[in-house]
């Protein structure tokens, strides 16, 4: 069965420490991933997608198909990265299964 | 705003009881998703809805029903309500069949007493 796996419910980093988001997927197929983001009091949106292969806000993410991962990475944290982070797969071209969630905390 | 919009925001209601959560999706977009956020679980999928028929269908229970109408707004019905259904009940739509970008709404919060 497809599944998304977030090991981390919380990340805690200082400002200017580097980030990593772990996520594990399981997937028969060729998989399509993704990450959302949500900021305190905003909605739930699209931070990046493994198919564009871009940088965004200095996120990067790697598929990882030899470890089935898709982690999320950056070499520094701001304290506006402050936000609850979701692994997500695309299941068969429909829906978008989520992982839990981890919350990234960054302090000064 | 023509963003997803998502009613009501707040909801209580008894055990028992039966509830309809409406989402307007984003101006041009054809599909509805709805998904349920229950503490500890994460987003699970429910259903989605594509131009106004079912596409695909996820851990939704035999209480709960959706549909989409010709308009593309979504309404997803809750009966013979649990208090186990207390949870944030999320509407994202996107352009296509197939789920690309999700935009989503603020969400619908349920509590059941």
């Known amino acids: 069965a497809q599944r998304v796996t977030q090991p981390e419910k919380l990340l805690s980093v200082f400002k200017g420490a580097p980030v990593e988001l772990k996520c594990n997927y399981s997937?028969?197929?060729?998989?399509?991933l993704f990450w959302y983001v949500q900021y305190s009091r905003q909605r739930l949106q699209l931070l990046l997608r493994h198919i564009s292969r871009e940088s965004i806000k200095g996120f990067t993410a790697d598929l990882n198909k030899g470890e089935t991962s898709f982690h999320l990475k950056k070499p520094f944290a701001q304290e506006e990265d402050s936000a609850m982070y979701y692994c997500?797969?695309?299941?068969?071209?429909?829906?978008?299964?989520f992982g839990k969630g981890t919350t990234l905390s960054v302090s000064s | 705003d023509s963003g997803v919009t998502q009613t009501p925001k707040h909801l209580i209601t008894a055990t028992g009881q039966r509830v309809t959560l409406r989402c307007s999706p984003r101006s041009g977009d054809l599909s509805v998703y709805w998904y349920q956020q229950s503490l500890d679980q994460g987003l699970q999928f429910l259903i989605q809805y594509y131009n106004g028929e079912e596409r695909a269908k996820g851990n939704i229970l035999e209480r709960f029903s959706a549909q989409q109408f010709p308009d593309l707004h979504s309404e997803l019905n809750l009966s013979s309500l649990e208090l186990g259904d207390s949870a944030l009940y999320f509407c994202?739509?996107?352009?296509?069949?197939?789920?690309?970008?999700?935009?989503f709404g603020e969400g619908s919060r349920l509590t059941v007493l």
């Open positions: 997500a797969l695309d299941q068969a071209g429909t829906a978008l299964i």
């Open positions: 997937y028969s197929g060729s998989p399509e």
């Open positions: 994202a739509s996107s352009e296509t069949g197939g789920p690309g970008e999700l935009f």
